[in-house]
């Protein structure tokens, strides 16, 4: 019986010819599926959300209140509609930009404190990394608020995605407007980011000197 064999070139390119993961994907810290840990893992990092809010210093120390004492704010109909309507428009993000859902929490490379959960993480054809991170509202934009852009760029910088797809979604008495969400291309801006970096850490060095004296007192 005759039998076959790879030469040793043949197993070095079937080898080469399998995509090596993406270095996000060695960085996933948890899973919105298990909530009480994705809860815990983001109350001990900087999340694009609390970035968001970061853009001065007295935000600063908003920010610190907030992350030592948590929020009262478990939602409202207006995020109900949100999470509700999150998987179909991803689907809708999916079917026309390729850029698959997500419910992963990421840390930075170099900063296991700096947190992000994208909507959607793809990788185009074209090799570029791509997010996506989808909003409703019940307004129309004259522009993208500010904070949005902030979390973009936050997401961007953990992840380290050259791009995102911002898409958004308007609603009347929580009834979409359009048959189709609104969306827009941001790129990634070092400037901003670096930014935000500064804000972050800013954040952490006054988080533990808060939690220092509060030990010190007890």
């Known amino acids: 019986m005759a039998t076959s064999s790879l030469s040793l070139f043949e197993l070095e390119e079937a080898v080469s010819s399998i995509a090596a993961p993406l270095p ?7 899973n919105s599926a298990d909530r009480v840990a994705w809860l815990r ?11 968001a809010k970061l853009a ?11 992350k030592l004492n948590g929020s009262n704010f478990s939602g409202n109909t207006y995020t109900d509609h949100g999470r509700a ?10 079917e026309n930009y390729g ?9 930075a490379a170099d900063q296991p404190r700096h947190l992000a959960t994208p909507d959607g993480v793809g990788l185009a054809t074209s090799g570029v990394f791509e997010l996506a991170e989808i909003k409703t509202t019940s307004k129309p934009w004259r522009s993208i608020p500010r904070s949005y852009l902030r979390q973009v760029w936050w997401q961007q910088y953990v992840l380290g995605a050259d791009r995102t797809l911002l898409v958004w979604e308007q609603h009347t008495d929580f009834v979409p407007v359009n048959a189709v969400p609104e969306c827009r291309w ?3 801006d070092e400037d901003q980011i670096a930014i935000l ?3 972050a850490n ?3 060095g006054l988080l533990e000197r808060e939690y220092l004296d509060r030990q010190a007192a007890s």
């Open 24 to 30: 996000h994907t060695r960085r996933i810290v948890a």
């Open 41 to 51: 893992a983001r109350a001990r990092g900087i999340t694009a959300t609390d970035v």
């Open 56 to 66: 001065t210093p007295k935000s600063l120390q908003t920010a610190v209140f907030d």
């Open 85 to 94: 309507r999150e998987p179909e428009i991803a689907a809708w993000v999916l």
């Open 99 to 107: 850029i698959e859902p997500s419910n992963n929490l990421f840390h």
């Open 186 to 188: 941001i790129e990634r």
């Open 197 to 199: 970096i500064g804000f």
């Open 202 to 204: 800013d954040l952490i």
